[in-house]
Each structure stands twice: as structure tokens, then as C-alpha cells.
T-cell receptor
Framework: DVKVTQSSRYLVKRTGEKVFLECVQD?????MFWYRQDPGLGLRLIYF???????EKGDIPEGYSVSREKKERFSLILESASTNQTSMYLC???????????FGPGTRLTVL | KQEVTQIPAALSVPEGENLVLNCSFT??????LQWFRQDPGKGLTSLLL?????REQTSGRLNASLDKSSGRSTLYIAASQPGDSATYLC??????????FGTGTLLAVQP
């Protein structure tokens, strides 16, 4: 079974802090994705990556950056956390050929 | 721009009933479509992936169909159980390789 893990289930940070969310997959997938999910807005794509050291902006990249130094790991970075970044963050990985995506358990981030 | 609509937004059925969840999308140029379930506060679980060349896909009590030309997909759940209670999301994938998610159908199966 595909396994996607995220570093924290719940996280509470202060405004202005730098926040790192880590995602690791164990299926050697080329593609990795970061989404945020908010009530009434659904899932929105923040960033994605097709390969190591590659990154592409999604629909809402502002205020975020990413890092993919190894194929299995994709990190989402909030450079200076703000209250409007309070959300559920979901990481996914997928194959290059079919792009079937598999999701991690999510990180509920609260920024105070 | 791809837009995805799921109807109904919420559904409550008694245990044992067969049910159909609907998904429509505006851009028929898709590579595949994926159905997910999401339990409260959890991540998404992949249920079925239908390639654009396929008409349907089955997994256990679940059957998903795809009519690309009309921009529709349905998820059929047979003999529903309380454990099927969750939010169901459909997500077509287009040329950009991105999934576009619908807002989901919240299903409650009453024992």
C-alpha cells in the first residue's frame, strides 16, 4: 500500500513564525503536491513538483514556498505565518503516468 | 477553466440502500477522473481512478462510471453501510496534470 506521511497532525504557531510542514512518501512517486482545504472553498493546490529540485506554482502559492531535495520528501514552508494561513494542509503523491494521487493524513495548522 | 459540481451536496439514506452520487465537469478534455472519500478531520482516501478511455471501474460495492463527452461521472454505492458515511469528492485531471476538486457530497448512512 502507498503510504504518505506528514510530520504533524496538529500544529499551533504564532504570527510571523517560519513554519515547516514535511511530507514523505514511500512509493517512489515522481509527483508530489501540497493542498490546503478550507470550509466552503474545497481543496486548492498550493505547489507541486514533478521531480527532485523541481517546483511549480499551483493556484494559491502566495505566502508559501517549497523544497524537494530528495524524491521521497516534499516540504511546504510558510515564510512568515499569518492568521489567514490557518487551515488543513494535505500532501499527496502520484505516478507520472496516471497521476493517481494518494494523500497523507493532513496537518491542521492554527496560526495565532 | 475546469469547474466541478457535485450533486447532491448532502444525502442521508437508511442502511442497505443503493445510492448514486453525481459529478459534472465543464471541460471534457480530461486524462482521468478520481473518486475519493474523506472522513472528518482526515486526509483523502482514493477509491477509484477511471482513465479517459474507460467507461467504468469497479471496486467491491463501488462502481464509478465516466461519460467524458457529456462531462459526467457517477459513483454507485451498493448496499450502503454506516461505515460508508463520509464526504465523497470527485476530481478530474486535465492536461496540466492537476486535479480539480468538486465541493463534495456529504453522505450519512443511518443504521
Amino acid at each position: 500500500d502507498v503510504k504518505v506521511t506528514q510530520s504533524s497532525r496538529y500544529l499551533v504557531k504564532r504570527t510571523g513564525e517560519k513554519v515547516f510542514l514535511e511530507c514523505v512518501q514511500d512509493m517512489d512517486h515522481e509527483n508530489m503536491f501540497w493542498y490546503r482545504q478550507d470550509p466552503g472553498l474545497g481543496l486548492r493546490l498550493i505547489y507541486f513538483s514533478y521531480d527532485v529540485k523541481m517546483k511549480e506554482k499551483g493556484d494559491i502559492p502566495e505566502g508559501y514556498s517549497v523544497s524537494r531535495e530528495k524524491k521521497e520528501r516534499f516540504s511546504l514552508i510558510l515564510e512568515s505565518a499569518s492568521t489567514n494561513q490557518t487551515s488543513m494542509y494535505l500532501c499527496a503523491s502520484g505516478t507520472l503516468s496516471y497521476n493517481e494521487q494518494f494523500f497523507g493524513p493532513g496537518t491542521r495548522l492554527t496560526v495565532l | 477553466k475546469q469547474e466541478v459540481t457535485q450533486i447532491p451536496a448532502a444525502l442521508s439514506v437508511p442502511e442497505g440502500e443503493n445510492l448514486v452520487l453525481n459529478c459534472s465537469f465543464t471541460d471534457s478534455a480530461i486524462y482521468n477522473l478520481q473518486w475519493f472519500r474523506q472522513d472528518p478531520g482526515k486526509g483523502l482516501t482514493s477509491l477509484l481512478l477511471i482513465q479517459s478511455s474507460q467507461r467504468e471501474q469497479t471496486s467491491g460495492r463501488l462502481n464509478a462510471s465516466l461519460d467524458k463527452s457529456s462531462g459526467r461521472s457517477t459513483l454507485y454505492i451498493a448496499a450502503s453501510q454506516p461505515g460508508d458515511s463520509a464526504t465523497y469528492l470527485c476530481a478530474p485531471c486535465g492536461a496540466t496534470n492537476k486535479l480539480i476538486f468538486g465541493t463534495g457530497t456529504l453522505l450519512a448512512v443511518q443504521p
